[in-house]
């Protein structure tokens, strides 16, 4: 159960990490 909580974690973590790329990438432009 842990294995499948820490997955969950790293895919949020990731996620965000891309969404704020994102937006950083869309005030630039």
Do not use: D, N
Not at 4 to 24: C, D, F, K, N
């Amino acid at each position: 159960m842990p294995k499948l909580r820490l997955i969950g974690l790293t895919l949020l973590a990731l996620s965000a990490t891309a969404v704020s790329h994102a937006e950083e990438t869309r005030y630039v432009s």
